[in-house]
């Protein structure tokens, strides 16, 4: 017979092989076909195309048709038993290497999930405010120096400006102060909790949810709305509607309303009570009495745009309200307003020269990475057994084949095996999880919980246990299905050598990736010590900050002669900022040389005559100030960067002016890290002063235990001022916490480290063992000629360690360009020394060594009387 | 005929099948049934009374050689089971009974018209 050149066009056999019953449909396939040919001979293709089509639709009825899914459901339903069946009996059989498969899946997968839930939060920060995508800051950028700031300050009468020429663009434009603890008193209970002051439109722009009171309530000027927890605080179940608070000692506030807390990942999660714009605008009345209502940056803004509106556009429309309306000398600052839509305020709050650059998004997507690969290391771990495991399987995939398996019946069995492996591993990984996250919240500090309620977290869970299992498992499903039975049966069937390259490969990634997070793990951690261990120019042991009011302030020195008395404390000192913050940058300065176009910015304290005694500074030129002259009030002492920024050789005797008021240098100090220890310090200037006195800075003695000095402290405190609670903060502690964010990452980097060492070492765990197993007979013959425990431990640690070394030369260069990056984000860092390197590699190859030796001996010491005996 | 059910056109399928004793399948029955009719029978009336009839247990079916000319699928041969003789025997004998009860007059009758 000739071949077939014609064939019944496609698309009715295709109709026909449709809605045949499969059990018949090849038999009448063949019978169409055959009458198909003999007509063709007969009549020619086209009217045997059309028999064709004729004989099909005719063969459209009952007892031809397939039933309906009846048929195949009946099939499938059983192989999928026998697949659940035949894989429940795999695990069984293998219990080591089931157990590593699990447990290191479960363990990839509990960082993966805590990461995604915590990325989860992340991503939806403020997206708890129902008009999150309409509310806005204002913010400004100014240029200076060549440098442009963003800053989200503004003078008060911006708001107002907004108000009245922008009104169709704005729902709601909102003055507001900065979120601060107040002391709040109500009958004897008298607690700090943060605040903030705000027109009363915030509540409808937040959407506060009211338990008691309306949003309204802030519309009178000592009115109070208070969160639900410091409602309760206060009045226990009592109604709070109408009480009248104490607060900060100097106005009585009314509670008009309680609304429930603002959910923790909020920008506004520590607003525990507002309090009206109005009170503080009548408290601070000199605000209306500026001369110039532009020149100083009091409070920030907030709006929520017109519901047609698009903030991109409104920020566009607003970029010049500021500078049409500043002086001339405010002008030279190009202020440009802009708006920073509450979707990025947490995400994306990085401004660098007027440009949002980013932030935190940028640990949103490292962390998501590390997830990934921490996952992965896992999934590789189980492809590496699978294989691994192949030639004992493979007997079993030959006579499946050559009982007529097809190819696509073992891959699915193979998928149902690792997906089995995978849901086992996605329980015990959501136990580990529920269990961990309360330890994980705090570290990370966030209030996550596990979204039980919620469907699409149940959809999301199954989708990424069935995800896993489908990647763990897809690389043995296609390798061991494609054995071919003849080879496989007739007993000749070995991986050959290029069979365990993949094998190698995956070991190298994951080594790879554990060494560099080693080594990233120590270098995050030099760094925090490296500033840490920055010389901050003063002593930091038992020096004691606490605010000063103004009652305070008038018995400052009887106070002060007390403590010093009774020998609680060496000295005691006002001063305008803490010691780890810089409160108060002036601009106005002058010397002599200055380029005139040149705009400066400088924290210039103010302080009385102790603080140099009391906080410890080093005098590198020139002396301390002191009461001895009168000429000190118009006197300042430099720090060692501002003397190298105005550029004095010899700046004792110099004068700079302020406010055109000429001021005399008399020293010099080592300079004194206020604010970041990452950033390069500050310039800075001292002066003595009175007003902008807010903090004392408290010397406690040193013979004194530390505990004792605070309670005595507290007690001449309340003797002169007891209505104010006592807060008073230990500045070495204070300085510690500028180290929380780098801290955090230290952390979790090191339980990253951890998890992918001992996922790794997991893995190599079951490929050494494996590779015993099957060299048993090896070691035992080996052993019979005469090798020594060490030989044998050597042959086999061998392969594994040469693994590790090559994962070393990889990681060390990944590591050094990643890392190098991550520290140029700061102006003070350490330098990556090479012992990092040496002692991450050493540790690993020892792990590795361990490890691997830990089965090794074991082989190694077998009887081989037993061992050959075997079979 | 409440013993075996067996419609008038499967009854001349299964006749079929023993006239072609052993090479009856799909095709040749729908041409030795052409042939003796002298109409087209459709590919699918055939194949629907085959399958009713395999599943009343009349006909037994066994897979048979593929041939070039029907590209590799493999023939679908019938033959008649035990039952299925019983049931042709049985109608062919209540049709005669039929035929013999009617009186031999009534065809005269017939003719003389």
């Known amino acids: ?871 | 005929m409440k013993k075996y059910q067996l419609g008038e056109f499967e009854e001349l399928v299964i006749m079929t099948i023993g006239i072609l004793n052993n090479q009856a399948y799909g095709v040749s029955i729908q041409q030795e049934m052409g042939s003796r009719l002298g109409r087209a029978i459709s590919m699918g009336a055939i194949h629907a009374a085959l399958t009713r009839m395999e599943d009343k247990g009349y006909l037994r079916s066994y897979p048979g050689e593929s041939t070039p000319d029907r590209v590799g699928r493999p023939k679908r041969f019938f033959e008649i089971t035990a039952l299925g003789k019983k049931a042709i025997t049985y109608s062919k004998t209540t049709r005669d009974e039929f035929w013999n009860a009617i009186p031999k007059t009534v065809f005269q009758t017939k003719l003389s018209h």
């Open chain 1, 1 to 871: 017979m000739k071949k077939q050149d014609p064939f019944p066009p496609r698309a009715f056999v295709t109709l026909f092989r449709w809605f045949c019953h499969p059990r018949i449909v090849d038999y009448i396939e063949g019978d169409l076909l055959e009458v198909y040919y003999k007509r063709v001979n007969e009549s020619g293709k086209r009217k045997a195309d059309l028999g064709f089509l004729i004989d099909v639709l005719l063969l459209f009825r009952p007892g031809i048709i397939r039933p309906k899914g009846r048929f195949q459901n009946l099939n499938n339903k059983s192989m999928f038993k026998s697949y659940f069946k035949i894989g429940w009996r795999t695990l069984l059989k293998n219990k080591g290497y089931s157990f590593i498969n699990i447990g290191g899946l479960a363990l990839g997968m509990t960082v993966a999930m805590l990461i995604g839930l915590w990325m989860h939060d992340e991503l939806t920060f403020d997206s708890s405010h129902p008009n999150h995508d309409r509310i806005a800051q204002v913010m400004h950028l100014h240029s200076a120096n060549g440098d442009i700031t963003t800053t989200g300050s503004h003078p008060v009468i911006l708001g107002d400006e907004l108000r009245n020429n922008y009104g169709s663009d704005f729902k709601y434009v909102v003055h507001a102060r900065w979120t601060d603890p107040h002391t709040l008193t109500y009958g004897d209970k008298m607690f700090q909790h943060t605040g903030n002051y705000f027109d009363p439109q915030i509540a409808d722009m937040l959407s506060l949810k009211m338990i008691h009171g309306s949003r309204d309530g802030l519309k009178n000027m000592n009115s109070i709305l208070l969160s639900a927890s410091v409602a309760k605080i206060y009045f226990g179940d009592e109604d709070p509607i109408g009480k009248t608070m104490r607060l900060d000692d100097h106005a009585d506030v009314q509670v008009t309303g309680v609304y429930n807390d603002i959910a923790a990942n909020s920008t506004f999660n520590d607003l525990k009570f507002i309090m009206s714009w109005e009170l503080f605008m009548s408290q601070n009345t000199w605000i209306n009495e500026m001369p110039d209502p532009w020149g100083s940056n009091i409070c920030q803004t907030f709006v929520q745009i017109a519901d047609h509106n698009d903030i991109q556009q409104v920020s566009e429309k607003i970029g010049d309200v500021m500078i049409k309306n500043v002086s001339e000398s405010g002008k030279r600052y190009n202020p440009l307003v802009i708006l920073h839509p509450m979707d990025k305020w947490h995400l994306y709050s990085t401004f660098k020269n007027g440009v949002n650059t980013g932030g935190q998004i940028e640990n949103v997507w490292l962390f998501g990475i590390s997830g990934v690969f921490v996952l992965l290391l896992a999934c590789i771990n189980f492809m590496n057994l699978s294989t691994a495991q192949s030639e004992k399987r493979a007997k079993e995939v030959g006579i499946r084949k050559s009982i007529g398996s097809a190819q696509r019946q073992l891959i699915i069995q193979f998928f149902t095996e690792s997906v089995m492996v995978s849901v086992f591993a996605f329980l015990l990984a959501f136990l580990t999880v529920a269990l961990l996250l309360p330890d994980f919240n705090e570290i990370a500090s966030k209030l996550i919980t596990v979204p039980l309620s919620q469907p699409i977290f149940w959809l999301a869970c199954l989708g990424f246990s069935v995800v896993t299992g489908l990647i763990a498992g897809l690389y043995p499903a296609v390798f061991l299905s494609s054995f071919q039975p003849v080879k496989v049966l007739k007993g000749t069937f070995m991986t050959r050598p290029h069979g365990a390259l993949p094998r190698k490969v995956l070991v190298v990634v994951q080594f790879t990736i554990s060494i560099t997070l080693i080594i990233g793990t120590m270098v995050v951690y030099k760094q925090i010590q490296f500033a840490q261990n920055r010389p901050v120019g003063y002593s930091r042991d038992g020096l004691v900050s606490l605010e000063l009011n103004w009652e305070r302030k008038k018995h400052f020195e009887a106070i002060r002669r007390e403590l010093q008395n009774d020998g609680t404390i060496i000295e005691m000192a006002q001063s305008g900022s803490p010691a780890t913050e810089a409160w108060v940058t002036n601009a106005a300065f002058d010397w002599e040389g200055k380029d005139p176009t040149q705009t400066v910015s400088f924290p210039n304290n103010a302080v009385n005559h102790e603080y140099g005694k009391a906080i410890g500074w080093e005098i590198k030129e020139g002396r301390d100030f002191s009461r001895d002259f009168a000429s000190d009030s118009s006197a300042f002492i430099l720090n060692e960067a501002a003397v190298k920024f105005i550029g004095l050789e010899d700046p004792i005797g110099k004068t700079i002016r302020w406010k055109r008021k000429p001021f005399t240098v008399i020293g010099v100090v080592k300079d004194l890290i206020v604010q970041s220890p990452y950033t390069s310090v500050q310039p800075s200037l001292f002066h003595i002063s009175t007003n902008n006195i807010n903090v004392a800075l408290i010397r406690t003695n040193p013979k004194v235990n530390t505990q004792d000095a605070l309670a005595k402290i507290e007690s001449i405190f309340k003797k002169y001022n007891p209505t104010s609670p006592f807060n008073a903060a230990f500045v070495d502690a204070e300085y510690d916490r500028k180290f929380s964010n780098e801290k955090r990452i230290g952390k979790l980097a090191l339980l990253f480290a951890v998890i992918a060492v001992a996922i790794s070492c997991l893995g190599l765990f079951g490929l050494v063992s494996f590779v015993a197993e099957r060299r048993t007979k090896e070691i035992g013959i080996r052993k019979v000629m005469g090798a020594s425990i060490a030989n044998l431990w050597q042959m086999l640690s061998r392969e594994f360690v040469i693994l590790v070394v090559v994962s070393c030369l990889i990681s060390i260069p990944l590591a050094y360009y990643s890392l190098n990056r991550w520290l140029q984000a700061y102006d003070y860092r350490t330098n990556i020394p090479w012992w990092i390197f040496a002692t991450s590699c050493i540790g690993s190859l020892m792990i590795t060594v361990i490890t691997v030796s830990f089965r090794a001996i074991k082989a190694a010491m077998l009887n081989p009387v037993k061992s050959l005996r075997s079979e």
